[in-house]
């Protein structure tokens, strides 16, 4: 099946320094790629749909300005957390539709912020 | 209000025994429907989805699915489960479509299978 893949898998930062996460269709292109947040033992949440070319569309309640998205090609998406604080630890996945309606997910990157 | 749920937040089952979890939709239309298993600190993967054609899906680890549309139902299920079956289980239903090759997902908020040995 399909295949995309994140970077890096685990990161650690200190509070007020961004970090970028990098979401990448390894096998197929994707217009549109989604970024969701997992808080532990809870489901995902839907953070923003990533459109190449194009303006991300964001979740109610998700700052625009602390999240930027940048679909940057047919197979990049990258999601930039700026001045990070602890608040924002948790774990960011992205994901991709196929041309047969099927989402396929990034494994997954854990964000910690000290 | 379009919606998904999994009334259970956890089930234990023991091994080789049949496993059922269970997801309810409320959508307006034909909805598509997908089950999602993820491992611990791993990414969501695919498992089955019904978009239209045979009321029972089968999946990938021998998992499979029945949609009933009459009871807005689509219980995974597995005739006999695996201690390597244990994780965290995700119903998702498609709630837009824009034509444009985008779709969102709206998932439950997960049942964690636990096989006991």
Known sequence: ?????????????????????????????????????????????????????????????????????NHASLTLSTLTVTSAHPEDSSFYICSAPDSSDTQYFGPGTRLTVL | AQSVAQPEDQVNVAEGNPLTVKCTYSVSGNPYLFWY?????????????????????????????????????????KPSALVSDSALYFCAVLLTYSGAGSYQLTFGKGTKLSVIP
Request: hydrophobic share 35%; net charge positive; proline share 3%.
């Open chain 2, 37 to 77: 298993v993820q491992y611990p600190n791993r990414g969501l993967q695919f498992l089955l989805k019904y978009i239209t054609g045979d009321n029972l899906v089968k999946g990938s680890y021998g998992f499979e699915a029945e949609f009933n549309k009459s009871q807005t139902s689509f219980h995974l299920k």
């Open chain 1, 1 to 69: 099946g399909a295949v995309v893949s994140q970077h890096p898998s685990w990161v650690i930062c200190k509070s007020g320094t961004s970090v970028k996460i990098e979401c990448r269709s390894l096998d197929f292109q994707a217009t549109t790629m989604f970024w969701y947040r997992q808080f532990p033992k809870q489901s995902l949440m839907l953070m923003a749909t990533s459109n190449e070319g194009s303006k991300a569309t964001y979740e109610q309640g998700v700052e625009k300005d602390k999240f930027l998205i």
